[in-house]
């Protein structure tokens, strides 16, 4: 849907994306510019990418050796 359309339904779209779960792309020029969702599409979203970080965190620390290096040692490994 154009940015011309959207103006012209934007109740009926926002309709559509409460109720009826749709996601509509709207696009600008003809490139896909955004996409209207529903607040539980985005909630859900949301909670996914939180997931995400989460489980990356408990990857990473559970890869972490304890080892350390300082700003000057770690300088000093990237220049040589």
Known sequence: MSTRDLRAQLSDVLGRAMYAGERIGITR????AAVVVS??????LEEFEMAQDVAAYQAAKSADDGER?????LRNELSS
Request: proline letters at 0%.
């Open 29 to 32: 020029n003809g490139k896909l």
């Open 69 to 73: 290096v300082t700003l000057s040692e």
């Open 39 to 44: 607040a539980a599409d985005l909630e859900a």
